[in-house]
C-alpha cells in the first residue's frame, strides 16, 4: 500500500455496507465526493494506514461505538462494547511509526483469527486485538475492502487473501 499526499486509508475486512453512519459527514467531503452512498461505505474491522498521522498499523473499528479498539504499540483485549484491557506493549508508538514509510510502498498484513486480529506492517508487529464477544461486529464474516479517507492517492497492488478455516 502507498498514500501520497497527507490522506489516510486502510484495509477494512469482515465489513459490512449499507449500515446508517453514526457521525455525520463534514459538508466539505460531500462537496468533493457527492452525495454519501451507503453502499460504498464499509462498518467494521479496519486495519489503519494513514502515513502522515499515529494510526498506521492500529486496529479501528469503522462507523461502530467501538472506535480505536488497540492502538499502535498494543496487545488488547476486550469483549464488543465492553470494557478493554492492555495487555501488553509491542513498543513505542512512535518508533513503531518510524517504520511507515510514507509516499513510497507498505507491506501490511493483516491476521484475522477467530477472535484475534493482528496487524504487521513492513514486517514489524504493530497492535494486536482480541476480541472475545462472539457476537461483537468484530467477530462477523464480511466484505474486504479499501478504505480512502481524505482526498489523497491510494495505491496498493499483490493483494493476497486466504480464507482460513
Known sequence: MKIEGSG?????????TGIPWLRPIPANVTANVGPVNLNWMMTGPQADFWPSQIYSGQFYSENTPMGIMAYRGQVV?????????????????????????????NEYTVIARGGTFIHIVN???????VDDDPDSSNNQSGLFGIEIEATTKVSVRNIWLKKLN
Open 77 to 105: 483485549e476486550g469483549a464488543g462494547l465492553a470494557a478493554k484491557r492492555l495487555m501488553g506493549n509491542i513498543g513505542d508508538r512512535t518508533t513503531l511509526g518510524s517504520l511507515v514509510k510514507m509516499n513510497d510502498w
Open 123 to 129: 514486517g514489524q508487529l504493530m497492535a494486536v486485538m
Open 8 to 16: 489516510g486509508s486502510g484495509f477494512q475486512y469482515r465489513s459490512k
